[in-house]
């Protein structure tokens, strides 16, 4: 099993900038891959972005060029830096981890991008 601590969102202005953190409770070596998932009020959870363990990365062209996913395997650990925000990327942002064919979530943590 897999358990994902969420931290670092907020209440910004727009252009601002936050950055998430995602610790996991196992090494993410082995976790391939793990991303950032966001859900807005009234609509579907979506893909932000992910990265392998390779650091291949993958990003919504919503966030292309503004977001910035990275791994720190030594502290078992995601970011998602989060630079010129909008307010339509208010929503939960979840952390998400695929391990031994199951995927894991962590508790969500709120933005808001103020206008």
């Known amino acids: 099993q897999v358990q994902l601590v969420e931290s670092g969102g907020g209440l910004v202005q727009a252009g601002g900038s936050l950055r998430l953190s995602c610790v996991a409770s196992?090494?993410?070596?082995?976790?391939?891959?793990m991303g950032w998932y966001r859900q807005a009020p009234g609509k579907q959870r979506e893909l932000v972005a992910d990265?392998?363990?390779?650091?291949?990365?993958t990003y919504s062209d919503s966030v292309q060029g503004r977001f910035t996913i990275s791994r720190d395997n030594a502290k078992n650990t995601v970011y998602l830096q989060m630079n010129s925000l909008k307010p339509e990327d208010t929503a939960v942002y979840y952390c998400n981890a695929y391990y031994s064919i199951r995927n894991y979530w962590g508790q969500g943590t709120q933005v808001t991008v103020s206008s």
């Open positions: 196992r090494s993410i070596t082995s976790i391939n891959p």
């Open positions: 990265i392998t363990t390779g650091g291949t990365t």
